[in-house]
């Protein structure tokens, strides 16, 4: 059963950082993904790593860091110079069937729980 876990969500005050982390039941996927969704918006894509690519949404780029640890079937998300609009829950994803990067939900297969972020003016 394929399990995604994120972790690492909190409340920051603007300029501040945070990691999520995101750890893959038993497996490394090919593509890995961060995504957003804030209340009364459509989920966004953030960050997405395959291989030794990586795609960042333009309102992150600068700030927001993905990596991974293969041997720990983990995905991080380094957060920077938060900002209050950043705030939103958090999903990692995991799309096996695909060997490039996207930021596109419909192409992953499978979803975390989601971690709470929230930044204070």
């Known amino acids: 059963q394929v399990q995604l876990v994120e972790s690492g969500g909190g409340s920051v005050q603007a300029g501040g950082s945070l990691r999520l982390s995101c750890v893959a039941s038993g497996y490394t996927y090919s593509s890995m993904g961060w995504f957003r969704q804030a209340p009364g918006k459509e989920r966004e894509g953030v960050a997405a790593a395959s291989g030794g690519s990586t795609l960042y949404a333009d309102s992150v780029k600068g700030r927001f860091t993905i990596s991974r640890d293969n041997a720990k079937n983990t995905v991080y998300l380094q957060m920077n110079s938060l900002k209050p609009e950043d705030t939103a829950m958090y999903y990692c994803?995991?799309?096996?069937?695909?060997?490039?990067?996207?930021?596109?939900?419909?192409?992953?297969?499978?979803w975390g729980q989601g971690t709470q972020v929230t930044v204070s003016s």
């Open positions: 994803a995991a799309a096996p069937g695909i060997r490039y990067v996207t930021l596109q939900a419909v192409k992953y297969n499978y």
